[in-house]
């Protein structure tokens, strides 16, 4: 276990909802990354926080947001859900630039209809 | 996009055996990692090799990089069931910590 959670662990929602993820950091770890993984694709990153600030985006519309918060945990909302947003969404931390390895959570499903 | 791919898709082979995993990339990086995942779920930090290194250990697995030919492999010594899982590697191209994965290698440890 590398002590980072996300909830939900699945979630079924329906085109054009809008959806909010969780995500707990390991402890003492400030920096967050979301990855979007469908279904039998390796993740693509979607964007990192540190210190609260976005700090880097992939190639993903402005209706994927994130939040980060004192603690250091973070939500990940989509608005405006499309079928292809289905896919598992990992969220990831990591210490400050220098400590490249990222520690993964479980990750939540998420299936649009 | 993805950044590399990997080679083969999908492997199966008897437990004891080894396995090998390849990764080619296209720009240039600081460093590679691979990673596992078991079942669709998170993943696991397996071992990570810096670009001017060129082979590194880590129990059973041994990874290689050649910078030049932009690629990597993974090899996996006396394989068990329990190391039945898909396999990426990941790099930096993406910038310091947002990492760039391949499409992964699903690895079949047949008992």
């Known amino acids: 276990e590398t002590g980072v959670t996300q909830s939900p662990t699945h979630l079924i929602k329906t085109r054009g909802q809008q959806v909010t993820l969780r995500c707990s950091s390991q402890?003492?770890?400030?920096?967050v990354s979301w990855y979007q993984q469908a279904l039998g694709q390796g993740p693509q990153f979607i964007f990192q926080?540190?210190?609260?600030?976005?700090?880097g985006r992939g190639n993903f519309p402005p209706r994927f947001s994130g939040l980060q918060f004192p603690n250091y945990s973070s939500e990940l909302n989509v608005n405006a859900l499309e079928l292809d947003d289905s896919a598992l969404y990992l969220c990831?931390?990591?210490?400050?630039?220098?400590?490249?390895?990222?520690?993964f959570g479980p990750g939540t499903r998420l299936l649009v209809l | 996009s993805q950044q590399g791919e990997e080679d083969p898709q999908a492997l199966s082979i008897q437990e004891g055996e080894n396995a090998t995993m390849n990764c080619s990339y296209k720009?240039?990086?600081?460093?590679l990692q691979w990673y596992r995942q078991n079942s669709g779920r998170g993943l696991v930090h397996l071992i990570l090799i810096r670009s001017n290194e060129r082979e590194k250990h880590s129990g059973r697995l041994r990874v290689t990089l050649d910078t030049s030919k932009k690629s990597s492999s993974l090899l996996i010594t006396a394989s068990r069931a329990a190391d039945t899982a898909s396999y990426f590697c990941a790099t930096d191209a993406g910038g310091a910590q947002k990492l760039v994965f391949g499409q992964g290698t699903r690895l079949t440890i047949n008992p």
């Open positions: 720009t240039s990086i600081n460093n």
């Open positions: 926080y540190y210190r609260e600030e976005e700090n």
């Open positions: 402890s003492g770890h400030n920096t």
């Open positions: 990831a931390s990591s210490l400050p630039a220098g400590q490249e390895t990222q520690y």
